[in-house]
């Protein structure tokens, strides 16, 4: 019974030598796994800590452009509103200079009417002075035409609706009056092509 122990004894020795050296294979193998993981979770971070550092700096770098582009606009928009205000005052001034221009002439004329009254009052005929209302009247058309307007409405012109406003009808037996003006009541002007103030006609009728 002993020496069967004994003998199992020495086959043992053997077998774990065999286990120990297994055994330790064993445990350098799972030390270097553990190791290879470690080292794949700590590239993961890093992989992971770029991407945001680079989300970040694009971040940053879209947020300046934002503010370069909305600091653009605004000047641009200052700009339009200064230059809408300088336009607009340009056109104020031009409107105020032409009619100062008008003015200028009807000045002129009222001076001439208060000489031509102060005449009438002066003169023992009253007759004499239709020669200086006659002036009167033909300075203002020669101040109206420096202001490039014309008369329409003569007697004897042909009617025209887009220049003549017919006040009444004035029956004719004269084929060749039919359809022109037979008196004016108020003379009208045009200045270019646009009409300024159509004439008031009486229009023969036949």
């Known amino acids: 019974m002993s020496d069967d122990v004994k003998e199992t004894v020495v086959l043992s020795e ?3 030598q065999t286990l120990s050296d ?3 294979e064993g445990l350098d193998a799972s030390s270097e796994t553990n190791t290879d993981m470690g080292d794949e979770e700590l590239g993961e971070v890093e992989i992971l800590r770029a ?3 680079k989300l970040q700096t694009n971040l940053s770098e879209a947020q300046s452009l934002a503010d370069e582009n909305k600091n653009k606009w605004l000047r641009s928009r200052a700009e339009l509103d200064n230059y809408r205000r300088r336009a607009a005052q340009d056109v ?3 409107r105020e200079s032409g009619m100062d221009s008008a003015l200028l002439t009807v000045m002129s004329v009222y001076d001439d009417l208060g000489r031509a009254l102060k005449a009438a009052d002066d003169a023992a005929d009253p007759s004499t002075i239709l020669p200086g209302i006659r002036s009167v009247r033909d300075s203002l058309e020669r101040n109206l035409d420096t202001l490039g307007l014309k008369k329409v ?5 042909v009617f025209n609706p887009d220049f003549h406003e017919a006040l009444t009808a004035m029956p004719t037996e004269n084929p060749a009056q039919a359809g022109t ?3 004016v009541f108020e003379i009208g002007f045009v200045k270019g092509e646009r009409l300024v103030r159509p004439a008031r006609v009486v229009v023969y009728q036949g």
């Open 14 to 16: 053997d077998d774990l």
């Open 22 to 24: 297994i055994s330790e």
């Open 51 to 53: 991407e945001l550092t």
């Open 92 to 94: 104020e001034r031009a």
């Open 153 to 157: 409405g003569e007697v004897g012109e």
């Open 181 to 183: 003006i037979a008196d």
